[in-house]
């Protein structure tokens, strides 16, 4: 009976292994996936037929086909998790977005289908320890991501580079796991709680009474939860610097209370699981809607609500103390997350529904996190979806408020019961490991993030100062492939002191999750602001500078159709203060509106009227000789006209025949300067859609 007893506690740790490495491979699938589909409909600007892979979402659809009424075999099961762990180890191989989409799509619509059934197949007598299994997996599956991410600067660093390794590892194991776990004998030992001491018959009886008969609807609601957890971790939590670029918050606080958070929690479910059982009902509740609230509220204040803007150009308001507080507090209300997913998957497991019942369950729930992601890239896209655009535009809080209020309503499906558990049966050897795996996450993170994240000071320049404007839409390439490596390439050789990049807003659910301006900032070392924050949907801007940024802030103009904003800030070199302006103007091109561009250059114009020492630089989508151009360098000076020498060097194919004439991008400065620029350079291969502009300009 020890025996007995030695393998299923080592298969149940098998089990929570495997599924922190699938949760965590479906965060790394889902990111990727979606990043490839928005851009590939990015370089169209527009809808196409690459929309359609989102139905790889909805692949529960199949657990209802008469194929299946008699139950889901476990050899397709053992199937469905390997192509899990196959699409997975791929992904980082398939460069075109195209590819990828495909690769990751079979990957997430595999699982999709598979956790509904791995569900199903749980043992409902081990409903408690299920939960407390699943809820950590959850957890370790979070912990790693934000491990990976926080190493590759945002980027997940084991789908990078030589990195793939740690990939390729986890994946051996969840492969060899599966295979043990669907082993006929495995299967038996783990429908056999040894801790029961009673006999197969009496186990059969018990499993008898803990079946609660429900109605699908009860069904529908627990799995709705677990889908809107999971959709919430994929949108925000299992990349921090999404939430930073939010709210302008500290980076290396928010990663490290998020982990510590995550941490606690996976000691309370494996160790200490009766602090869970001395909570009630009513305050699990209460937690859930502070949580959702306090979100809500962390949001908000940086959500500009542009129809109620009456004059500008409009500054953002400054961050107050009280939205730091709110923000952290939401931090540290996290954990709620996780123990709502431990409740739901506890009272679904012991239900036991029917295959059909669960799927069908998954579907809707799919359905809706669908629809969710629709919402969430609306708000950034909504100038191009036709009739229904206008409807998400500033709406980027209530997609969260409707997310909170579906991971909150089936508390109310839980029974005061459902929050006994009793501390499982650990052996010594597997706390060890456990405590190891936990403790190196958290080290990990946190050593990892501290390294990262601060810049160091660069001596002054000698004679000149180098300045870059760069367009890098949004980290891709002219063909649509993400490449943060690549830009970083050419912005690294071009060793510049001050550097405006716009089209820097990747920080979302649509670019991935993850951050080109971090990836590329932590690798150089530089001073940073980074503006608009991303809950406004605007064109996103960043200055990165080898000297301290001062008074860095940003405004927004007059805009029909998509928001429009200009980044300010002052940079001190050498005694001399420049006033730095990186913008992106409204890519109009209807004569209906081509006044409202004019109206957005004279706003920036009005700004600058009176400075000194002005860089203005930035993707303006106006060539010269339009009337934008004459307004503008009747104040400033064209470096490309003004500089000793101006060239135009490798540039995307787009743009050889159209250069210098046909420019968008430009750097003027003002009178002070104009004398004082010996370079205007066009440049910058591939690496993006646009050329980068540098100027060289004599201190």
């Keep these: 009976m020890n025996e007995i007893y030695k393998k299923y506690i080592k298969h149940m740790n098998s089990e929570l292994a495997l599924i922190s490495i699938m949760f965590l491979f479906f965060f790394e699938l889902i990111s990727d996936f979606l990043e490839s589909i928005y851009a590939l409909n990015l370089i169209a600007v527009e809808l196409n037929e690459n929309i359609l892979a989102v139905l790889f979402l909805l692949t529960p659809i199949i657990l209802l086909m008469p194929i299946f009424k008699k ?27 195209s590819y990828k989409m495909i690769i990751t799509g079979i990957g997430v619509g595999c699982f999709m289908i598979f956790l509904p059934v791995y569900l199903k197949r749980l043992n409902p007598s081990e409903h408690e320890k299920y939960g407390l299994m699943l809820g950590g997996g959850l957890a370790f599956g979070l912990a790693a991501s934000i491990l990976f991410r926080t190493l590759g600067s945002s980027i997940d660093i084991s789908t990078y580079s030589w990195f793939q390794w740690i990939g390729w590892i986890l994946g051996a194991i969840a492969a060899i796991i599966l295979v043990n776990l669907l082993n006929p004998k495995q299967i ?72 510590l958070m995550i941490t606690a929690f996976i000691f309370v479910a494996l160790y200490k699981p009766n602090i869970i059982t001395k909570l009630k009902l009513r305050e699990i509740l209460l937690w859930n809607v502070i949580f959702v609230l306090t979100l809500v509220l962390t949001i908000l204040p940086h959500q500009i609500i542009f129809a109620f803007v009456s004059s500008h150009p409009y500054y953002a308001p400054e961050t107050t103390i009280i939205s730091h507080v709110l923000l952290y507090l939401m931090l540290f209300l996290t954990p709620i997350i996780l123990i709502d997913f431990t409740l739901l998957s506890r009272e679904l497991i012991k239900c036991k529904p029917s295959l059909r019942t669960i799927g069908g369950a998954f579907f809707l729930s799919s359905g809706f996190f669908l629809l969710m992601m629709f919402s969430q890239v609306f708000t950034i896209v909504w100038d191009y979806i036709p009739l229904i655009g206008f409807l998400f535009r500033d709406m980027f809080w209530f997609v969260f408020l409707i ?120 690798k150089l070392k530089l001073y940073s602001y980074f503006g608009p ?11 990165l500078s080898k000297y301290p940024i001062e008074s860095a802030k940003t405004f927004y103009m007059t805009s029909i159709g998509e928001q429009t904003a200009t980044l300010e800030a002052q940079i ?45 630089m930035g993707d303006f989508n106006f060539r010269p000789g339009s009337e934008q151009y004459k307004i503008t360098t009747d104040v400033l000076y064209d470096c490309w006209s003004v500089a000793t020498i101006s060239s135009v060097d490798t540039v995307p194919k787009s743009w050889e025949s159209r250069l210098p004439e046909e420019r968008i991008d430009h750097m003027f400065v003002s009178s002070s300067l104009k004398s004082k620029v010996n370079y205007c350079i066009f440049l910058g291969g591939t690496a993006s859609d646009h050329p980068a502009v540098l100027s060289v300009i004599q201190v």
Excluded at 190 to 200: H, I, Q, R, Y
Excluded at 582 to 599: A, C, E, F, K
């Design 572 to 616: 001190t070199i050498k005694g001399r203060t420049y006033n730095i302006f990186v913008t992106h103007l409204g890519n109009y091109v209807s004569t209906s509106v081509d006044r409202s561009q004019i109206i957005q250059q004279e706003e920036i114009l009005q700004r600058i009227k009176g400075l000194t020492n002005v860089i203005l």
């Design 533 to 543: 924050k991303t809950v406004t949907g605007t064109f996103g801007l960043a200055l």
């Design 188 to 259: 038996e030992l783990k429908n056999t709680d040894p801790s029961s001491n009673t006999s197969s018959l009496s186990n059969n009886s018990e499993n008898k009474r803990n079946v609660v008969h429900v109605n699908k609807w009860k069904i529908f609601g627990l799995s709705l939860g677990m889908i809107s957890i999971l959709v919430i971790i994929y949108f925000a939590f299992s990349s921090p610097t999404v939430i930073s670029r939010w709210t302008e918050g500290n980076h290396i606080a928010i990663t490290i209370i998020l982990v």
């Design 71 to 97: 139950g889901f075999p476990d050899k397709i099961l053992l199937l469905l998790g390997e192509i899990i762990v196959i699409t997975r180890i791929l992904q980082p191989f398939f460069m075109q977005p």
């Design 403 to 522: 997310i909170g209020v579906f991971i909150a309503l089936p508390v109310l499906l839980l029974r005061e019961h459902t929050l006994i558990f009793k501390k499982p049966s650990i052996r010594l050897k597997t706390k060890i490991r456990i405590r190891g795996i936990i403790g190196l996450i958290c080290v990990g993170t946190i050593v990892g993030v501290l390294i990262l994240e601060f810049p160091i000071m660069q001596g002054e320049p000698t004679t000149s100062i180098r300045v870059l404007s760069y367009n890098i839409q949004q980290g891709i390439d002219d063909n649509a492939n993400k490449n943060f490596d690549g830009q970083f390439e050419e912005i690294s050789q071009l060793d510049a002191d001050i550097i405006g990049l716009q089209e820097s807003d990747t920080c979302r659910i649509s670019s991935g999750n993850s951050d080109v301006v971090r990836f590329i900032n932590n």
